[in-house]
């Protein structure tokens, strides 16, 4: 089977997990107990019913749950209107993010947002596969000397530190350096975006937490990969075959340690993705995770569904990229 | 040592190893997995190394190549003298040179010691590029010749294959195709034939037997098997537990073997003529090498055990006569003396009954 | 052993009011002591094939999308995604749901074991002798055919009854350590087989374990290790008084000792043949070492591919063979006598895999007389005495039938 | 059997030393073998010592505060409540021959009880971690905060591996439509950032009122969504097990099934799961912190996580009172992670012989 066979597969595959996943979270909110106007409502005083009915109501109409027939149609029927809505592109509107009264559309707050959710990212990804891959090679091949004893003492350190914790004692590090705590604030990035310095200055501190957070879990990884690969028998043949170590490590041995570094990071991508929720939330930063974070604080069901609904998707799409990946590094997979 | 194998004039004398001594250095404890290691290689000549499952013998060849996996392993002591220089002298670039090049080896397995991601082809000119000055595409001309050499069918199109569409068989001639790829002088076999069938194993070792005579080329064939053994050699270094304690000709070892382990290995394989009730048993177990007995390391489970000798020196290797020395006290002067002192009247060098049957 | 002989027989007359028995095994020839008949035993393993499942998906996958843009109803889209994620076929990243094809591991092997004979099965690697070993004793299920163990057909008793009858048929396995529980001292091994068949409990168990210990050559203070302080031969001595405790008729050999160092394998085969003639066993020997095989067994079933080629008593395999794979077979091996270098015959090519293999021969890629009707049928049975049979087109004498040799 | 005995006395013909550690040997399970190996592991022995100290802090903490509530509820301890210097609100003190009578030194004040006019001290020797921003001793709410923190993570886990080994076992073992529909469900529950989905579910049920309070909700749906990767590894572990030879040969017996699973394949797959439990009692410490820490724990618990949410704004003026908690969080999850490892080495099955 070819190639493109299997990504058109596999690719189809992704809409019935997709269903059920939506599926899940639509009825989880459903059944679950309490309810979400009264929790904007939040505390008001009123002397009878009637002011309080008034005010439930104004809510609700601003949340748009009159609109949607929210409390007449079943729910499975709204969940068929939801799929309806996703396929065009509509999230519905939040009901936290509001602009004159009205819910901003959710698809225009991720649309707007994702990109700082995507630098942050992919710059994090980039610097802490590059240093762990170098940490790992550095320990692998001097098993049991100071430097490698010394950085896998670090790596473990750093992998019990809680990431949210590396990152509020990062700002610590950097107020008392600089007098910078790096925290965002709503007015430090008015367009245009990449031309803004405030940009690249409150990217730095986020990225360098998101690094080391991915850094102490991939150095680990690449360092058992590569010691169990240099044990293997063709480590052997290449030696006795004249070969130098660095041909040896980079050549025989990193090609085949890749394949199971790449499976282990696809399938540990929403753990990262975690990660960088709680980093964009300690700085502020205001990436989707942070609109997820202050949306689930609030009750903001829409926002919820939508994050719900995204980030599922982004990882059985970067899943599906492993699996390519893997026909590139590995000759005996054929599809 | 040297002085005992004078027997052939020593300019055909290829490789020579003197008292090489590797251990392991683990978790469990220090591996003693050679302790003294003497021997000579002569040119275009097969010599086999037998023992069973931790004598010593794989390490003794990555040993000769410099290259035991350190840590754990290290090579402690001992001389390999290659053309009259000391490999374990030469510089690690120096090394490198011989290796693959001079010296070539093929190992047991051969699903696993082919790297699984890169084309056959590539492996093999990887060698012929890194000692030879050549292009990428003469390389892999030379590759696909040498392919077709060791018997791989349709040689030009099988290169650009990956191992894991290769059968067993085939993976071995690819190995075996990838150590002639520079026409070595000594090619060392570890156990090349073990993990095949009868059949495929017949293939491999007439390949390496027509070889051999084609390259003009040493071989050291290294096996558990005295029937392979007996196929392809001409000499034999009979290992136990780090040491060789018998070497000579082929055609004396197993005619009249004189250490008592080569005497019970011998008794114990099914021997073409032999009855059931022929199969001899050597008694005991191999030793733990963390732990090995003392001196001479078989005592514990030898038939002529000399109380307060065997256990407490070691024995030199003794030439029985030219090309044939084994490490024993049933021939050294010690234990002539200890005999002599006890009126005990050992039978030395007799034929088991098994092999003279 | 009354009480089990009974037992058998009260199976074989069950056996024989629903017609199930082979008759001819118990009338005529329980004479001559056929302890196991072996019939036309067949095993298949289905392994997966890539299988295409785009077109269904896009299918299921277009219905649901169609119900969803009319709305029509919401419990129809979701019980149908439900289904549809449940029963679609899984596709994990690299094994796609299987189509099934067929890996003939034994296809169709028939061998008389007589009482108290070692009768040996040699092949080389992926010609099925251990999925032969393990249907024999139904440890899998097979395929076709049927294996008689006095003359009762083992394949049709109820798991209850087959219980029953384990106790007379046992296996020792290739590989000491992996059939030895880790966890498990060598008395809990031991003593496994009387607990579960209730034979015996307490001291008496534990002086049969004491018992067998010794007879298997191992020393009392042993009982209480673990597998793993044993060496290689002591572990697989545990194997075989493991096979031992319930004092079975018949075991089947797998290999017993590939696995073990030149100076171990000796005393484990002389035990093998102490426990013989002391407890008149009788073994299927199975193993690859040929030069073993011949000193050791009656009579030899060569086998490639999941066929016989060629059986008969262990001299005339080896003096005289006929069939060109057991020439091949025996000349390759190497002789460990270096003035009797033979001349090889050296077969070309691997051996094929047995995944549906080509109609007629088996053998027909690698054999040197290979002709035309070799692609087409299978090979004919020629007997050469009453026990020496080949299968092969191209080979020279022999008879149709086997009887024109019985008096 | 001459033969086999002279194997068998050749084996113990060994020196004297040899001799002697197989008696030592004599016996030596599994088990005692991979002790012997953790206790040459020094960092895992360090993980020991952490996991076991916290252990031991949780416990007595735990039973302090009952015998307190019980105490009280008997009404022995009088005093005015309200009284911050009454006998029912000083907590363990700590009196040595020479200090003045009266102000004995105080080792734990009660975990609730604060002194206003005490806050924000920074560490001294009558507070060793300061006391935090409404006057707790940090000391104290630190050594009362154990018993959330590390039962959480305990509960959580086990919850996840009990349920995670059942039905990874039966998957496992019998394979077929179970296996498909649980590999199924997995993928639909691991498609999700766990952390995103906790939040979620935390988020739509914390209105839900049961015994144990809101941590009780959080640790219910996180065993409910936690178990698929101990399921996945405990499935794949009986697939490989129920093909080895020893399950072959119980069967040549006839065992039944049950026995095989019980006896023979359980015990054996034991080791992984310990790994499992060790480093995902790590991980689950790790994620009630970050949920406490977002925000999404129980205020009104005395836990490290949620005295780290209260006071991780003052980081950067009274550094001490978020730091103490983050650091008890830190040396947990150090200790679960170190012996994790060094069990993972120890339980390594490439190192048996």
């Given amino acids: 089977m070819s190639l493109k066979g299997f990504i058109i597969r596999r690719t189809i595959y992704i809409v019935p997990v997709m269903l059920g996943i939506t599926l899940m979270n639509f009825t989880l909110i459903n059944v679950s107990p309490g309810d979400p106007v009264i929790v904007r409502l939040g505390l008001i005083h009123c002397d009878h019913d009637d002011c309080y009915n008034a005010a439930y109501n104004g809510e609700a109409i601003e949340m748009g749950l009159l609109d949607r027939d929210y409390y007449t149609i079943p729910w499975f029927k709204r969940y068929v209107s939801f799929v309806n809505d996703l396929l065009h592109f509509d999230l519905g509107k939040s009901w936290y993010y509001t602009q004159a009264g009205e819910g901003i559309p959710i698809a225009k707050i991720i649309s707007d947002r994702a990109i700082y959710t995507v630098v942050l990212n992919v710059l994090a990804f980039f610097f802490s596969l590059l240093l762990a891959t170098a940490i790992g090679v550095v320990s692998a091949t001097r098993q049991n000397s100071f430097w490698d004893r010394s950085l896998t003492i670090a790596m473990l350190l750093g992998y019990s530190m809680p990431l949210f914790w590396l990152a509020k004692l990062l700002m610590l590090l950097s107020f008392q350096l600089f007098n910078f705590t790096g925290v965002a604030n709503k007015d430090a990035f008015k367009t245009p975006l990449f031309l803004n310095p405030n940009f690249y200055k409150y990217l730095i501190l986020p990225t360098l937490a998101l690094t080391l957070g991915g850094l102490v879990f991939m150095a680990r990884l690449v360092r058992s990969q590569l010691l169990e690969i240099l044990r293997q028998d063709y480590i052997t043949t290449a030696k006795a075959k004249g070969l130098d170590n660095r041909a040896v490590i980079y050549k025989h041995a990193f ?59 982004l990882f059985l799409v970067a899943r599906l990229l492993t699996d390519i990946t893997y026909v590139f590094i590995d000759p005996r997979i054929r599809y | 040592m040297k002085s005992d194998f004078m027997s052939r004039p020593s300019e055909e004398v290829l490789l020579e190893i003197n008292r090489l001594k590797t251990y392991f250095f683990t978790e469990e404890g220090v591996v003693k997995a050679i302790e003294s290691v003497d021997l000579e290689v002569y040119k275009s000549e097969t010599l086999g190394l037998v023992g069973e499952s931790g004598s010593g013998k794989s390490v003794t060849a990555l040993s000769i190549l410099g290259i035991v996996p350190d840590p754990p392993g290290k090579i402690l002591d001992g001389e390999v003298i290659f053309h009259g220089q000391d490999l374990r ?7 490198r040179k011989i290796r693959g090049n001079q010296i070539a080896m093929i190992f047991q397995d051969p699903m696993t010691s082919l790297n699984p991601v890169f084309t056959v082809g590539d492996q093999i000119s990887e060698a012929i590029i890194l000692h030879q000055k050549v292009t990428k595409k003469e390389a892999k001309e030379k590759s696909i010749k040498i392919m077709s050499l060791v018997g791989i069918p349709s040689a030009d199109e099988r290169v650009d294959n ?27 076999a570890d156990e090349p034939s073990t993990s095949l069938d ?13 070889t051999s005579e084609e390259f003009d080329m040493s071989i050291i064939l290294i096996t558990h098997d005295m029937g392979v053994i007996a196929e392809m050699c001409d000499r034999v270094a009979v290992m136990y537990a780090g040491f060789i304690c018998e070497i000579g000709d082929i055609m004396i070892i197993f005619k009249s ?86 009126g005990d009247k050992r039978v030395i060098g007799t034929i088991p009954k098994s092999i003279a049957g | 052993m009354s009480s089990t002989d009974s037992f058998i027989d009260k199976l074989h007359d069950k056996q024989q009011k629903k017609g199930l028995l082979a008759d001819r095994i118990r009338t005529k020839e329980m004479g001559e002591d056929v302890i196991l008949e072996i019939q036309n035993l067949k095993k298949f393993f289905d392994i997966p094939v890539p299988f295409e499942t785009t077109w269904f998906m896009i299918a299921f996958v277009a219905a649901i999308v169609v119900f969803a843009f009319e709305q029509i109803v919401g419990l129809i889209l979701i019980g149908s ?49 251990s999925t032969a070993a393990k249907t024999i004793i139904r440890l899998h299920e097979p395929t076709e055919g049927s294996v008689y163990f006095k003359g009762i057909d083992i394949n049709r008793l109820t798991s209850d009854e087959m219980k029953e009858i384990r106790r007379h048929l046992q296996i020792v396995f290739q590989d000491p350590y992996a059939s030895l529980n880790p966890r498990a001292t060598a008395h809990d091994i031991i003593i496994e087989p009387f607990d579960i068949h209730g034979v015996a409990s307490g001291d008496e168990a534990s002086y049969r374990v004491l018992t067998l210990l010794k007879d298997v050559g191992l020393a009392p203070h042993h009982a209480y290790r673990y597998p793993h302080e044993f060496s290689g031969g002591q572990r697989q001595r545990l194997g075989i008084a493991r096979a031992l405790a319930l004092e079975p008729d018949f075991i089947v050999m797998d290999e017993p000792v590939s696995n073990l160092d030149v100076s171990v394998r000796a005393a484990i085969i002389q035990l093998i043949l102490y426990l013989q003639k002391k407890m008149g066993l009788t073994y299927l020997f199975i193993a690859h070492d040929l030069s073993l095989v011949k000193i050791l067994c009656d009579e030899v079933n060569v086998m490639y591919l999941g066929k016989i080629m060629e059986a008969g008593t262990s001299d005339e395999i080896f003096e005289s063979m006929m069939h060109p794979y057991t020439k091949a077979l025996i000349s390759a091996v190497p002789i460990a006598d270096p003035t009797k270098r033979s001349k090889k015959i050296f077969l070309t090519g691997d051996i094929p895999t047995p995944i549906n293999p080509p109609p007629g021969c088996k053998f027909q890629t690698r054999c040197p007389l290979v002709s035309d009707i070799c692609r ?15 299968y092969c087109h191209n080979i020279e004498g022999g008879e149709e039938n086997p009887d024109s040799y019985t008096q | 059997m001459a033969t086999a005995e002279q194997e ?150 086990m919850t996840t591996v009990i349920i995670g080994t059942f039905l990874g076992s039966i998957a496992g073992f019998y394979g077929g439509a179970i296996d498909d529909i649980l590999q199924r469900v997995i993928e639909l529950l691991y498609s999700m950032p766990g952390f995103i989905l906790m939040i979620f579910i935390i988020v739509l049920f914390e209105d839900v009122n049961i015994p144990g309070g809101r941590y009780a909700v959080v640790v219910i749906f996180f065993s409910l969504i936690g178990w698929g990767g101990t399921a996945l590894i405990v499935r794949s572990n009986f697939f490989s097990l129920k093909q080895q030879d020893f399950v072959e040969a119980e069967r040549a017996l006839g065992a039944s099934d049950m026995r095989i699973i019980f006896k023979h394949i359980l015990p054996n797959s034991l080791a992984p799961l310990i790994i499992i439990v060790t480093l995902g009692i790590a991980n689950t410490i790790f994620l009630f912190a970050a949920l406490a820490f977002f925000g999404f724990g129980d205020p009104n618990a005395v836990s490290w996580g949620d005295d780290l949410n209260k006071w991780q704004n003052e980081l950067l003026y009274f550094p001490w009172m978020p730091m103490f908690p983050a650091l008890f969080i830190f040396f947990t999850v150090l200790g679960f992670n170190l012996l994790g490892d060094a069990l993972r080495d120890a339980l390594d099955p490439r190192l048996k012989d």
């Fill in chain 3, 376 to 390: 087409v049928d299978d090979p004919p049975a020629k007997w050469y005495t009453a026990s020496h049979v080949a």
């Fill in chain 4, 8 to 157: 068998q006395t050749g084996e113990f013909l060994l020196d004297e030393k040899t001799l002697r550690e197989i008696e030592t040997m004599k016996g030596a399970g599994q088990w005692s073998i991979v002790w012997r190996r953790i206790k040459k592991d020094k960092m895992g022995m360090l993980g020991l010592y952490i996991v076991l100290f916290l252990i031991l802090m949780a416990f007595s903490s735990w039973i302090l505060l009952g015998f307190d509530n019980w105490l009280t509820s008997q009404g022995y301890l009088l005093g005015d409540p309200l009284n911050p210097r009454s006998f029912n609100n000083l907590y363990i003190e700590l009196w040595l021959p020479g200090m003045p009578a009266d102000s004995p030194l105080v080792l734990f004040q009660h975990p609730r009880h604060h002194f206003p006019e005490l806050a924000k001290l920074p560490p001294s020797f009558k507070h060793p971690f300061g006391t935090d921003g409404i006057g707790h001793d940090m000391v104290s709410r630190i050594f009362f905060g154990a018993t959330v923190s590390l039962a959480l993570g305990f509960i959580g886990q």
């Fill in chain 2, 257 to 342: 073997p004189y250490h008592p382990y080569t005497r019970g290995l011998l008794g114990a394989i099914p021997r073409p003529d032999a009855a059931r009730d022929d199969l001899q048993i050597i008694r005991g177990a191999i030793p733990n090498l963390i732990n090995p007995p003392s001196a001479c390391r078989f005592h514990p489970r030898c038939d002529y055990y000399m109380l307060g000798l065997c256990e407490n020196i070691l024995p030199e290797l003794v030439e029985i006569e030219p090309g044939h020395s084994v490490r024993c006290h049933l021939y050294t002067d010690e234990g002539k003396a200890w005999m002599a002192e006890r």
């Fill in chain 1, 255 to 313: 090609r085949n340690g890749l394949l199971p570094i790449v499976t282990i990071i696809g399938n540990s991508l929403p753990g990262l993705l975690a990660g960088s929720v709680m980093i964009e939330s300690v700085f502020g930063w205001p990436g989707l995770g942070t609109v997820f974070l202050e949306g689930a604080l609030f009750r903001d069901y829409p926002m919820m569904m939508a994050t719900n609904t995204i980030f599922p998707l």
């Fill in chain 2, 198 to 210: 009868v059949t495929i194993q017949a293939q491999i070792l007439e390949l390496l037997k027509a």
């Fill in chain 3, 81 to 129: 995604i439900i289904v549809l994620y449940f029963a679609l076929p899984y596709v994990p990243p690299f094994n796609k749901r299987p189509r099934v094809a067929h890996l003939k591991a034994v296809d169709g092997i028939t061998i008389q074991i007589k009482k108290g004979k070692i009768v040996g099965l040699v092949g080389e690697s992926g010609c099925g002798k």
């Fill in chain 2, 162 to 188: 990956y191992p894991f569409e290769f059968s067993g068989g085939m993976r071995q001639r690819v190995m075996i195709a990838m150590a002639l790829s520079c026409n070595p002088e000594l090619l060392i």
């Fill in chain 2, 89 to 95: 002298k030469l510089s690690d670039s120096d090394m």
